[in-house]
């Protein structure tokens, strides 16, 4: 019997084996798969990404290669354009097929488009396949046949529209060609940090790759899960899920995570899980709108903000992204951020506040330093979310709505737990002060060996002086609408 010929894989932020429908359509086909990673040179496709978020991708293409070898197959890796690499793929392995799991990110769709129309007219058979999103973008629209803009009418379309297709299991072998192609080095594309190794506090916290992702969704749903719903505002209380970084490189599709949440036990409320899957739907509503304006990471959905009158405050950045700002709950956050490559949202969306109204740094500046830095930084969401604080998104928070650093951290962080976790230098405050050493008398401060402007900051800006200047210019732009 002649075999099958061969299918070229092509591997992008969908770094998982199961629920990869892209491919167990390959396997499906028959004949042997060829599993290729491709390091493309475009932002926004799986080019270079942010350095924390390199570092997570190297973690998790060895373990991906590690999970192929188990079946008897190979990763294969290579750099450049993706035309070009897949094209000498194709001439070395005699492939005759090529799949992937489609991706919704304006400079990643801009290469497959052409590429799929190329290798069709080539004669290859070239098939995508959904997955990473609970719906694809163009499915749900508003009744008026437009795309959504306000998050509440798409949750509610998502929800009417029942549970997203059921997962499938990872292939149990993936047959294997004659001759494997020629892969480069992992350790080649240089995607760890080395001088400085910043990394260390990554190590502790995570383990990038399938199985990671799956014992953390098994560890939320037994611990996490019960309270989210309250629990998930609280910094220091265990109630976030932490799977972000691994949706954003696709370890885990959301399917798996919405379809793990159905059939709970009792004792798990409704309200929790349901809140969680809004959640997950938020991601989803991200990339509808960044599909729907492939501009949302550089422009203002809401032109008007075009005119707002950013500072050029350098200093004010570099205190913000360093943790230096004189507010603990913002200096905590970033230096959380720093450590870990992750933020808790409550904290993404204080520091976001913060920057934006009491610095008038313009958010395109946050959400580099995010895209920089977050190991699950991630085109839509970020730009989104960015947008939505600043005001300027698609149903946005008001811009008028400015969060108190000072009674934000005494709501959400009651005790300073979390504060004193990120900032050792304030642990000696007693709960009183922990949001405002600033306030704090001098033989408090002294007891607790901070000395202001030296162990510690003063606040780089007055928070209600910020307030009033942020929303006078405020009023400028909305005068001139
Ligand atoms: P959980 O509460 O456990 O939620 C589960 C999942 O739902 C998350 O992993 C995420 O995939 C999704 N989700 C939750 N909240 C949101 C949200 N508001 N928007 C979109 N999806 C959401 N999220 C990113 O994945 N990447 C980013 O680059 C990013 N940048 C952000 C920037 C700002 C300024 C803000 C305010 C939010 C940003 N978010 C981003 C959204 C959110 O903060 C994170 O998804 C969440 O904190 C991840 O932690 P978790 O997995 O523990 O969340």
Known sequence: MQRSSPTILWFRKDLRLSDNHALSAAVARGGPVIQVFILEPEDGGTGPMGSAQRWWLHHSLSALSKDLETRGSRLILRRGDAQKVLEALVKETGAEALHWNRRYEPVGMDIDGPLKQHFRDAGLTVESFGGQLLHEPTRLKTTGGTPFRVYTPFWKAVDAGGDPT???????????????????????????????DWAGGFREMWTPGEAGAHQRLKHFISKGLRGYRRGRDFPAEPHVSMLSPHIALGEISPAQIWHATIGLPASVAAEDYVHFRKELVWRDFSYHLLFHFPELPRRNWNARFDDFPWRDNKTGLRAWQKGRTGYPIVDAAMRQLWQHGYMHNRLRMITASFLIKDLMVDWRDGEAWFADTLVDADPASNAASWQWVAGSGADAAPFFRIFNPITQGEKFDPEGTFVRRYLPELAKLPNEFIHKPFEAPEQVLRKAGVVLGETYPQPIVDHRKARETALSAYQEISAGA
């Open 166 to 196: 059921a997962p499938i299991d990872a292939p149990k072998a993936i047959a294997a060609p004659d001759r494997w192609p020629d892969s480069e080095a992992l350790d080649d594309w240089a995607l760890l940090p080395t001088k400085p």
